[in-house]
């Protein structure tokens, strides 16, 4: 197969995270209106315990799959065989963990009606084939998708969910839209994949593989779907937890613009794996922290200055708290943008695995204790600085492991320039801001503001990938930017 430009699955795989991302936000502020927190709450908590099923039944296939394809891209025959051979164990392991759902939770309690119809979310799972796109890397085809389906979402909230009684069609509109989703691009397979013959699958070869990248996404969930069922669990205050959740749907829309070029290196840094050559994956690396830097530095400063006059219009009077937790949450963009760098895009492909599965067991257990010691303390606030603070345990610890694979000079190097502008640029715009009224205004002449400062002292203090970023946008003209 042809090699796919990495700036065009950049981009594709940039409108595939933001859509992901931004659909919760367009309808986030109606929501947030008529449903309540109370109710985003019991949405969220639900949700949580779900996702653990998905998670065990999913085993480690979706990273273990894209990276398996990844390899064999170019062996029509291989890649189908690995295709069918990693569905047929997710639809034995997701069938297993839907029963034990049931049986648990959709069969009784307090909420079981809305479990019931999370047993469509696991289904969905199953079908879900993202990964085997993801590892040909041809993007378009799961955005193309995205689009269609999380528009008719949208369409479907604002005509159907009117009041707090509507949590139920809610949900339904959630778990349909990603059970369509998923099954729309099982149309795409037959042009990419043979039939086989059925006695020749291996399923036990990926058992164990799959199983090493399984680990760590279990320790991984402590501290980004655990931290809502404890403080469900520990609190019993659902408007905690609505808090919780929306803050981080903001702070998780910010980061997929730092991290889309993860799962885009990340094939192509496997196909390269293959072929031996090391110095290329570095330059990849080297990039992909500079690019962290670049984008996550004036994200982080961002959130922190603009808050307090964006959450009252936003989300409104229900989510007074959200304002402190978007604060206290903003740097997960950086320590999640770098060690995803770190992990998911050198690890991984690397089969490295065993040193991120160390990695996120260690942020694992360091945000579990301090859930415990902070969340009864500074309830949801308490949260998110163990959260925090484990994504910097994960860079932390990885970084150590894999400082004699090469400099560790590259994650750092070209951090400086973009910081400086960071911090000129939240100091502008917090004061803008300080003098101006809470409306949506107020939120875009912040971020405007934000915009030209921080780009404009990039240029003044000539920072590399900028530069060159802007001779690519005019390289059809005669004079090119200089240092």
């Not at 760590?216 to 069922?229: C, E, G, H, R």
């Not at 993860?262 to 840094?269: D, E, K």
Request: with cysteine; net charge positive; glycine share 4%.
């Amino acid at each position: 197969m042809a090699k796919k430009s990495i700036a065009k699955n950049y981009i594709y795989n940039l409108i595939y995270q933001f859509l992901t991302m931004i659909v919760p936000l367009i309808t986030t502020p109606y929501l947030s209106r008529v449903l309540g927190a109370d109710s985003i709450g019991i949405y969220s908590y639900t949700l949580s315990i779900a996702t653990y099923f998905i998670l065990f039944g999913s085993l480690g296939v979706v990273m273990y799959g894209q990276r398996e394809i990844a390899y064999v891209q170019d062996d029509k025959p291989k890649r189908s065989q690995t295709f069918y051979e990693l569905v047929l164990m997710r639809f034995l392991t997701l069938g297993i963990s839907m029963l034990i759902f049931y049986i648990t939770f959709a069969s009784h309690g307090e909420y079981n009606l809305y479990y019931k119809i999370l047993l469509l979310e696991i289904l969905a799972n199953a079908l879900d084939i993202s990964w085997f796109f993801q590892g040909l890397e041809d993007f378009k085809k799961t955005v193309i998708r995205h689009i269609i389906v999380k528009s008719i979402s949208v369409i479907a909230i604002f005509t159907f969910v009117k009041t707090p009684n509507d949590l139920v069609i809610y949900f339904l509109i959630y778990v349909l839209s990603t059970l369509l989703g998923n099954m729309s691009l099982w149309l795409y397979l037959p042009k990419y994949i043979d039939k086989i013959n059925i006695h020749k699958l291996n399923i036990k070869k990926h058992i164990k593989p799959t199983i090493s990248l399984f680990i760590p996404q279990i320790a991984m969930q402590v501290y980004t779907v655990l931290d809502k069922t404890m403080i469900g669990a520990i609190l019993k205050d659902m408007s905690e937890v609505g808090n919780y959740e929306q803050s981080q749907k903001i702070v998780k829309v910010a980061l997929a613009i730092v991290t889309s070029l993860g799962t885009v290196l990340a094939t192509r840094i496997a196909n390269t794996y293959a072929n031996n050559d090391k110095e290329t994956i570095i330059k990849y690396l080297e990039k992909a922290f500079h690019i962290v830097w670049l984008l996550g530095i004036p994200i982080m400063f961002g959130i922190m200055a603009i808050s307090s006059k964006f959450v009252p219009w936003f989300l409104g009077n229900d989510f007074e708290k959200s304002k402190l937790l978007l604060v206290v949450g903003a740097p997960l963009v950086i320590a999640i943008g770098l060690n995803n760098v770190s992990g998911i895009q050198y690890l991984i492909p690397t089969k490295k695995q065993s040193i991120y599965t160390k990695s996120v067991i260690a942020g694992a257990i360091f945000n579990l204790t301090f859930n415990i010691i902070f969340i009864p303390i500074l309830k949801s606030i308490g949260a998110i600085i163990a959260s925090v603070m484990a994504e910097f345990i994960i860079l932390l610890v990885q970084l150590y492991y894999i400082r004699k694979d090469f400099s560790l000079k590259i994650v750092y190097n070209n951090s400086k320039k973009c910081i400086i502008s960071g911090i000129l640029m939240f100091l502008i715009v917090f004061l803008v801001g300080y003098f101006m009224p809470a409306n949506i205004l107020t939120t875009i002449v912040q971020i405007f503001i934000g915009i030209l400062i921080y780009f404009g002292i990039l240029f003044i203090l000539k920072e590399e990938l900028f530069y060159d970023i802007i001779n690519k946008i005019f390289l059809n003209s005669r004079k090119k930017v200089k240092l």
